[in-house]
């Protein structure tokens, strides 16, 4: 019996009974199957990643003789606020957003800023928190050649698990489900892919091109389960995921705006009955339903909802509130938009807000992208949203004005791109012009923004003047 060693009947001694031949055959077929159970068992394990391995270093050309750590990063003063939806809270004091090659996080209670670079060099695309709490991770897509989306552990920053092959060169917008088991993506020029994920297994689930044109935001449906939305330039897309004889299978129709101007789409929003609401290019906003639009939402005497475009809807307890690039943030009552039902040849409907408040100071006027409440708390009405015109704010949006708190502005940096830089001749100064006409000067070795000017005009040139130049 000693050389019956895998189970295989045919290799037995002839002397062996049929039950002692029945026992061996059935204790190696008992012996294989939990061999192919362990290898199953070690396929699922996921692979654990260094997170060290995933931060980019500086490309260095095959001639190049200038050593690689020559240069050492020192801070960053910089924000991408005017890309859409470049605000994460992670914490209630918490806050991530991306400028270049580095994600930024900050602290906004001591106002300590630290980074990580991304994992290609190549910059990021958007990042995203999941909302349930069972998985405290933050989801950063990157851009580059095929980029990655990693998935880290907050505030660990260990990778819980890499998602590949989901773009050609970047992503723009990605968004988890709102249990957090699933999450979408939608890539760049010039695949332009949507893609679902089983971001456990690291696989894609379903994937398609959702346009030809820039897409803004792709997000799931809130209320409604298996819909995504894709928007952008010119377009909304309505997508449900379809379970067929063969699988699952993504399915898309796109909105038709029938007698209404086409528009570029920023920001939308699932209501609880399937409807979206969305908002156009003029300011006002569209009710969409069955891919038409059922009615388009202005103030009175046809003004405009907001003097520039929509970018984020909320809903709670009946109350619709929308943030728009003027700097405005309004609240309506949705049962009376919902309830209305306009004759074909004229859909629009005319209705104040119940409640609006500007965000600015003396010297700021925000232009809000995007905004994230601080609190899951009802009772607590703080907000932050990222500014367009340069910077984060924290707002109160309390129903009382007499209990309003007015606006802060939490940090402050260039709307847009910097044209130019000097350093000063005598101490660690550094001065900065801005496309967007301010001028910024820094301590850069505390790290501390001293003083904004603003100018009439855009800057395109800046020079410090030495010392002999003035004795005064």
């Not at 502005?409 to 006409?437: F, N, R, W, Y």
Request: aromatic content about 10%; some cysteine; proline content about 5%.
């Amino acid at each position: 019996m000693s050389n019956a060693t895998n189970g295989d009947a045919e290799n037995l001694p002839e002397e062996l009974s049929h039950a002692e031949v029945r026992r061996v055959e059935e204790s190696g077929a008992a012996g294989k199957e939990q061999r192919q159970e362990e290898k199953k068992v070690q396929e699922e394990i996921p692979e654990i990643l260094n997170s060290d391995d995933f931060i980019s270093k500086p490309f260095l050309s095959k001639k190049c003789t200038v050593p690689e750590a020559i240069l050492v990063f020192h801070h960053s003063f910089g924000y991408d606020c005017q890309r859409y939806f470049n605000l994460v809270l992670l914490e209630e004091t918490i806050l991530a957003f991306a400028s270049g090659n580095l994600i930024h996080i900050f602290n906004v209670g001591t106002n300590e800023l630290w980074f990580r670079r991304s994992a290609g060099g190549g910059g990021i695309g958007h990042m995203a928190k999941n909302p349930n709490p069972a998985y405290q991770h933050l989801a950063v897509a990157e851009k580059g050649n095929h980029p990655l989306i990693i998935i880290y552990n907050w505030p660990s920053l260990d990778i819980v698990c890499l998602l590949k092959q989901g773009a050609e060169k970047m992503y723009c917008h990605i968004n988890y489900s709102p249990d957090g088991e699933m999450l979408c993506s939608q890539g760049g020029a010039p695949d332009y892919l949507l893609i679902v994920w089983n971001w456990k297994a690291s696989k894609i689930i379903l994937c398609c091109q959702s346009c030809s044109n820039d897409v803004y935001k792709a997000a799931f449906a809130t209320s409604v389960p298996d819909h995504i939305i894709t928007c952008g330039v010119g377009h909304i897309n309505f997508w449900k995921v379809g379970r067929t004889f063969t699988g699952l299978k993504l399915t898309g129709s796109l909105g038709r705006f029938g007698r209404t101007e086409i528009s570029d789409i920023i920001g939308f929003l699932t209501l609880p009955d399937g409807k979206v609401i969305s908002g156009c290019e003029w300011g006002n906003m569209l009710l969409w339903e069955g891919g038409l639009i059922k009615v388009e939402v202005s103030r009175k005497k046809k003004k405009h909802c907001h003097a520039a475009p929509i970018t984020q809807f909320e809903f709670e307890n009946g109350d619709l509130t929308t943030v728009g690039l003027d700097g405005f943030v309004k609240m309506w009552y949705f049962e009376t938009i919902d309830a209305v039902d306009p004759p074909e040849e004229n859909r629009f409907f005319e209705l104040e807000p119940m409640m609006e408040i500007e965000i600015k100071d003396a010297d700021n006027q925000a232009a809000l992208m995007c905004v994230v409440k601080i609190s899951e708390d009802p009772e607590d009405t703080f907000w932050y949203g990222q500014d367009a015109n340069g910077g984060i704010w924290k707002f109160d949006l309390n129903i009382k004005s007499s209990l309003r708190q007015s606006p802060e502005q939490l940090l402050i940096c260039h709307a847009g791109p910097v044209m130019d830089m000097a350093a000063s001749p005598v101490d660690e100064h550094l001065a900065t012009l801005g496309k967007d006409g301010r001028l910024f000067i820094y301590n850069y070795l505390e790290k501390k923004l001293l003083l904004v000017k603003r100018f009439p005009a855009q800057g395109s040139c800046l020079l410090w003047l030495p010392l002999h130049v003035s004795h005064i």
